[in-house]
């Protein structure tokens, strides 16, 4: 799913994440090369139009976060744009207030409309709801037998109508046994055509009136491309859809029609049909269809987090001290302490920062019991003191360990410790000269 789309805006991301400073036209230049890549995915034209004003906007206006560099931040706006092409939030099935709730599957021949009935069965049935099929596409005889046998393997009772009768006769009928029999959802599984007519969404409607569907699920195959768009279209203006089932995403599908159709119809894909195995339905979550196509998620993360944590003021005295003068203070591995907390742990963040993986990592161990006792013996110094550890002798360090209730072993602990955070920060200050978290970095223009 998305692999050649995914490679390709990789490719088209990297100039801008090497890159320490961005310029303007860096960013124009760069979101070209993104604009090249989804068309040629087969992203619908204004949809990659408004999708890149989104994102320069967004690019250009951004503040800059002092702890990643300006390309990664750009990725994750990317990424933050992409998740907002399928939707705001994960999609979910609506619930009938009164009554079974009633799924009618919709879409053109070969779309995939059975195979999802029974997947979505097999989900629902596992989340502890009581679904009913119903096949009440009765033109060809298979289908019944399709939906039998589907059905059987899901474990999901089948109601079907007869072959050659009336399809909304049919579903009506089922509707009443799901009623009856107390099952919590119906799913109707309808016929297929090769083409928007007429006569199709006649009978669709009369079904729609028959069963009153709390959910009209358009199923569309992932491989037509832009067709599954304007498919999508047509079934909204005749029905009033309420969501999209993309299905074959296991496919070579270039990606378009799944990132354009919420644009151009304003319908989310609810589901992705990923394989011809029963199990194989995801949720269209937003951000993990996002997270699939641009597979960053440790930028993303790291951004995030630092988007989270970093109390810019804190931080920017913080790296001011750090890397601006080269002193590294009791006071300022105290501040640091804290944020590497907020932060989740240090080695895991810097894994994160490229070439911090060569460095000797000061083993921090942020369990929140021990921050407490970090601060207590830090607390205990005076002020001299923490702006000069180096005074500390054997006499000041057993007053410390009274002041704060800890060992004097530990307050010696905490000291090497922060002798190894220090060199630490030489090192990073040589490694991010020019890079992140400079002051006077632009980031726009
Ligand atoms: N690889 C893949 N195959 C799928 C997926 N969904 C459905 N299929 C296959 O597509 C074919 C058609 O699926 P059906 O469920 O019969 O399609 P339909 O819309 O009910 O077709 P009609 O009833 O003829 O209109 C079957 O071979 C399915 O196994 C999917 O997500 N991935
Ligand atoms: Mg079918």
């Not at 206006?61 to 992409?82: F, W």
């Not at 979910?92 to 021949?109: C, E, F, K, N, S």
């Not at 203006?237 to 074959?248: F, P, Q």
Request: proline share 4%.
């Amino acid at each position: 799913m998305f692999d050649e789309l995914g490679t390709k805006l990789d490719g088209a991301l990297k100039k801008l994440r090497q890159r320490g400073v961005l310029t303007e036209p860096m960013i124009k230049e760069g979101l070209r090369e993104v604009r090249r890549v989804l068309l040629e995915a087969d992203v619908n034209f204004k949809v990659t139009r408004d999708f890149l004003g989104r994102v320069q906007e967004r690019a250009l206006g951004a503040s800059v976060l002092k702890a990643v560099s300006p390309g990664q931040q750009i990725v994750k706006i990317v990424h933050d744009e992409l998740a907002n092409l399928f939707g705001d939030e994960p999609p979910t099935i609506a619930r009938a207030t009164l009554g079974p709730t009633v799924i009618l599957m919709v879409g053109l021949q070969g779309s995939g409309k059975t195979t999802t009935a029974a997947k979505l069965a097999r989900r629902l049935g596992r989340e502890g709801r009581t679904p009913m099929l119903a096949a009440c596409d009765l033109q060809r005889p298979a289908a019944i037998e399709q939906l039998q046998t589907l059905g059987e393997q899901v474990g999901a009772e089948v109601f079907a109508g007869e072959f050659g009768g009336d399809p909304v006769a049919a579903a009506r009928a089922a509707r009443d046994r799901a009623v009856e029999s107390k099952h919590s959802v119906l799913i109707v599984d309808t016929a297929g055509r090769l083409q928007i007519d007429e006569a199709l969404m006649d009978e669709l409607g009369r079904i729609k009136d028959a069963v009153q569907p709390t959910e009209i699920l358009l199923v569309a195959d992932a491989m037509t491309g832009q067709e599954a768009v304007t498919i999508a279209q047509g079934f909204d203006e005749a029905l009033g859809i309420t969501g999209i089932v993309m299905t074959k995403m296991d496919g070579d599908a270039r990606g378009g029609a799944a990132l354009s159709i919420r644009g151009i119809t304003g319908k989310s894909i609810k589901f992705v049909g990923v394989g011809e195995g029963l199990d194989d339905l995801d949720v269209a979550d937003p951000h993990r269809l996002a997270g699939r196509i641009l597979q960053m998620g440790d930028v993303v993360g790291l951004v995030e987090r630092a988007q989270v944590a970093i109390d810019e003021g804190e931080q920017a005295k913080l790296q001011e001290r750090m890397l601006g003068k080269g002193r590294f203070t009791l006071e300022d591995f105290l501040v640091a302490m804290r944020q590497i907390q907020k932060m989740g742990p240090l080695d895991q963040l810097l894994k994160l920062i490229p070439g911090a993986g060569r460095m000797k990592i000061p083993a921090a161990n942020m369990d929140p019991k021990r921050m407490k006792h970090v601060e207590a013996i830090i607390l205990s110094m005076t002020l001299e003191e923490r702006r000069n550890p180096k005074i500390l002798n054997g006499s000041r360090r057993a007053r410390i360990a009274k002041g704060s209730g800890r060992p004097v072993s530990e307050v010696n602990r905490l000291l090497k410790q922060f002798k190894e955070m220090q060199k630490f920060m030489k090192q990073m200050k040589g490694m991010m000269g020019g890079m992140a978290g400079m002051p006077g970095m632009p980031f726009g223009p």
